[in-house]
């Protein structure tokens, strides 16, 4: 996520604001503050600043170590969570046991709300892939915070359509394209949203920006891991990303956009 060192700021309960840029706050956790912009397509992002002030104050905020699990698949709990720092992976269990990695939220993103509106069972496991801030919000107070605030009512509406859009997208992939430009649009898109400029990679170099091992990529696109581990191969030996552990660099994003067939836009 895009950090900043900032001048002037104004402190509110555990956040601090900037008081020149109104999109950017520093959340303070376990006494170490941390700046945060919130990206324009987080829920947070989508609104208007006294919307975002007055939210930031609902509900009660907690934290979470790496690897732990904010929400649990099958708990009618009914309570949303607002991401202020991290990031957190979204998985599916089937009765088989085989683990599916649904999506990735940060900083911004709300999560939770899909059982919490339909007052069903939670539909997936929410986990903290890092130190995690966030704010727990029983959804009948979000409801009552929706309904005096038309702007946050858009932005959640905008989310959702990003998120079915996003959903639509993966199964036209699995019928249109070949195994590798299924994995290179998963990519491509991931480093729509997420990515991280590399130092002197002239704009075109970046990595990821979020941690995933190849099981993961490879439920994202559908794939089977060994073929997820082929097309990455290929895609490594194109020169349009390198690998490490647990991290995807991608060499050069326009050439990565234009072999994907990804428009430049961002699918979250």
Known sequence: MPSRLFSGTRFDG???RHLNDPLCWQVRSSGVLVNHVWPPSTFLGRLRNATRDELLRQGTPIT???HRALLQQGDDSRHVLLVTSGVVKVVAST???YDMLLAVRIAGDLVGEMAAFEERPRSGTVVACSDVTARIIQVRELETFLTHHPDAVRAILHMLCARLRWANRRRIDFQAYDSLTRLARVLAELSQAYAQPVPDGDGKRCDLGVTLTQKELASLAGLALNTA???LAALAAKGL?????RNITICDVPKLLEFA???ADNPY
């Open 241 to 245: 990303v390198e690998r490490s552990y």
């Open 229 to 231: 581990e082929k097309s």
């Open 261 to 263: 067939k990804v428009v």
């Open 95 to 97: 009765e088989s046991g």
């Open 14 to 16: 555990n956040m601090v």
């Open 64 to 66: 979470y170590p790496p």
